[in-house]
């Protein structure tokens, strides 16, 4: 089996909006005006509203909030505007998973605070790119979720593997199916046209030196940092206990920053996290 398989139907489970495969095919025309694709999006206006706080919350470098798609557009560009509203989609996807397979609460929890983390680790080590690596941690395990959906048998097999040998989760993944849900997610994102620079950092998140290029492996190695200071962040507000300086100052010193460049981080990331997953799964209970 190959990663392309379990992602090749995946369109007669989850089915995307139809606005957003209209954007999609809009943005590969050269042709295409910031109007067109306002007029696009102005079909679904509940997608839109969750666009724009999308875009706000990304964007909070900017003095005044994101009010209009066409101001969206002007900010984020064309392709980063397909990405987000990819992004929106992926949550309204997979919302049909069983609860018993999967709590969609606990992985967007944990996705969301993967993103902001790795906004964050961009902005404080310099970077303008803070967008981009937003969705990188935003999207890098709907592989699991697609596992979950097309062979949910097998994945639990894969879960008990973890506990029964303590295997690493992407170890048992690749035991199982011959490939773990990075490659997965890499595969789905090239499904839906997403660009190689979002999708090889998510393919090479545990071995960022397999990427092609010092910026992606760059890109692979805050992502790697991000998801554990997500972890990180999860395990505090379970104990609720203060966050382990060490490791903060380990994931610094990974990325070649000054342990003190992130000072404050899971303070700053807890009330993001907070006003994100209420913007993506509004109504839903959040869980630690």
Not at 57 to 73: D, F, L, M, N, P
Not at 100 to 107: A, D, H, K, Q, T
Not at 189 to 215: G, K, M, V, Y
Not at 239 to 250: K, M, Q, V
Request: a negative charge; glycine letters at 6%.
């Amino acid at each position: 089996m190959h990663p392309d398989t379990l992602v090749r139907d995946i369109d007669t489970l989850f089915s995307l909006p139809e606005v957003a495969l209209r954007l999609n095919q809009l943005i590969d025309q050269p042709e295409t005006t910031p109007a067109d694709l306002a007029e696009v999006m102005r079909c679904d206006p509940a997608l839109s509203a969750r666009l724009l706080r999308l875009v706000n919350s990304a964007e909070r470098s900017q003095v005044q909030a994101v009010e209009t798609v066409g101001q969206a557009i002007g900010l984020i560009g064309y392709r980063a505007l397909r990405d987000l509203v990819f992004a929106t989609c992926a949550v309204e996807m997979f919302k049909g998973l069983p609860p018993e397979r999967v709590s969609m609460e606990r992985f967007w929890l944990h996705a969301i605070a993967c993103a902001i983390a790795a906004r964050q680790l961009a902005l404080r080590g310099g970077r303008h790119d803070g967008e981009r690596l937003f969705i990188i941690g935003l999207l890098h395990g709907l592989g699991q979720l697609v596992f979950f959906a097309r062979a949910p048998e097998r994945y639990l097999r894969v879960l008990e593997q973890i506990d029964a040998k303590g295997a690493t989760l992407a170890e048992a993944e690749r035991a199982e199916f011959g490939f773990d849900a990075d490659a997965v997610s890499a595969a789905l994102l090239a499904h839906w046209h997403f660009p190689e620079s979002i999708r090889e950092p998510i393919a090479c998140r545990l071995q960022p030196e397999r990427a092609s290029t010092a910026e992606r492996t760059r890109d692979a190695a805050i992502l790697r940092a991000a998801e554990r200071i997500a972890c990180e962040l999860r395990e505090c507000l379970l104990e609720g206990r203060e966050p382990d300086a060490e490791l903060l100052h380990a994931q610094a010193r990974a990325l070649g920053l000054a342990d003190s460049a992130l000072d404050g981080l899971l303070e700053t990331m807890n009330l993001e996290v907070v006003e994100l997953f209420e913007t993506l799964l509004p109504g839903s209970t959040l869980l630690p």
